[in-house]
């Protein structure tokens, strides 16, 4: 998300000044052009050599010891029941938690055609409040190297925020990754408050996209 505090001059002189508010999550359907940033990610895709399968690296000198320790020194020691033939990560954002401590907590589980329900708001989150976005995640097949979080935010058609975040690189296990962002406040006051339109998408160094997802979301006066 990437929710910052709004600076209330507007409402002090009555004008009326759409300001980058610093949300970060949900997006309206004319809103969900290609960014600036999004153009420049593809523009900076590195050229790297061709994959292999970790199947492949980790039976490679697989009796030699002391190449075995230095592997997993390297990578982990991973659970062959999640790893592939094939040289591609396999990714899955399980949910998105909103944590408070003005509310419980809000897990948003993440539908398996990527889009929550049209029907309104996917959450509503109060003004002025403090919370931490928490990602769920699962790395199968074969190691993610630079997975990262691009959000982008906006309100009336103007981007307000747009936040990346770098998660890190991860190799394939059973039991589910956990990534905490840093804390962020919501903005507030009559500029702030209404509905937002948001684009969120995980990418790894490749550029390649585990998720891509649009939505919307209210801020208002109380949670809801």
């Not at 109060?126 to 993610?144: A, M, Q």
């Not at 160094?205 to 006066?221: P, S």
Request: glycine fraction near 8%.
């Amino acid at each position: 998300m990437g929710l910052e505090d709004e600076k209330k001059e507007g409402e002090a002189s009555g004008e009326t000044s759409e300001k980058e508010i610093g949300l970060s999550r949900k997006n309206s359907d004319n809103s969900l052009s290609p960014t600036e940033d999004d153009e420049d990610d593809e523009g900076k895709k590195p050229q790297l050599g061709p994959m292999i399968a970790l199947k492949e690296q980790l039976e490679k000198d697989k009796d030699d010891e002391s190449l075995r320790r230095w592997k997993e020194q390297l990578i982990g020691v991973v659970d062959l029941e999640d790893v592939g033939e094939t040289p591609d990560p396999v990714v899955k954002i399980l949910d998105l938690t909103v944590r408070s401590s003005d509310r419980e907590e809000m897990v948003l589980m993440i539908p398996d055609d990527g889009l929550p329900s049209p029907k309104g708001p996917w959450f509503t989150i109060k003004e002025g409040s403090k919370y931490t976005l928490v990602f769920n995640f699962r790395v199968t097949n074969n190691i993610v190297s630079g997975l990262r979080y691009n959000n982008t935010v906006w309100k009336t058609g103007v981007k307000v925020d747009s936040t990346k975040a770098m998660l890190g690189t991860f190799s394939p296990q059973a039991e589910p990754y956990q990534h905490v962002m840093p804390e962020e406040t919501t903005p507030s006051g009559i500029f702030a408050r209404g509905s937002y339109s948001a684009r969120t998408k995980f990418v790894d160094d490749d550029n390649k996209c585990y998720l891509e997802i649009n939505y919307t979301f209210d801020i208002r006066k109380n949670w809801q």
